[in-house]
């Protein structure tokens, strides 16, 4: 242990694959973190899954690009609570959709809600979004939206549903619009109905769920979308632009 903690970084960094995969728990819990930064990616990468999540975690927050891209799936699935919440906008962004579809579901809730707003969009559709709270909900960016797909979407409970934003509604695809569950899309936010297009609402026409809005959601329809509804689809008991 002695002399894990006596290498300099220079030692550090020129460690082979299998010298590092050769250490012990007790070694590599002593590993300090600008002592893992100067890993080579190849040499990170052969971290044995069962010392990985004894990783300094304050080293997750400042880790390099080229390490967070070379963590392997068994790596990413025995990495802790506390080394998830010190990834940072930098390191989330690397993430790959293998990683991020490796993530059990509770990892998928230590992640802070700032890790989830900056992950990249095109890996979002693998993330289980379900074992997201409100907040983690929420956080999802709008460029990501677009690449949820309609299995994530349909399996949103009540106050993941309720969580969902007027920027996060608007950015939604009809096709994954319509995937909202009929029974609960009542739940969603009055003040995110407000960002319904009609194509979205011709989505919900087409699948039976236009009558799971609540009179309380409708009112609160851009009334240039109530006028569409009353005068194209004959829905005249709607509430029109002023409430009646």
Known sequence: TSQIIALTQDQVAVLSPMQIKAMTTTQIENLESMDILA?????FAAITSTVFSKLNSAAFS???????????????VSMSKDQLNQLGIEQVIELSGTQIASLSADQVAALTTTAIHNLNPRVVGKLNITKLNESGISAIGNDSILYLSTNQISKLQSSQIAALTSSQIAGMTTKIFSALDK????KLNTSAVQSITTAQLNALVASSQLEALTQAQVNKLDPEVIDWLNNTKSYITLTSKTGT
């Open 62 to 76: 400042v880790m390099l690009p080229e390490q967070i891209k070379r963590i392997t799936t068994n790596q990413i």
């Open 39 to 43: 890993l080579q990616p190849a040499t």
């Open 183 to 186: 029974n609960i899309i009542s």
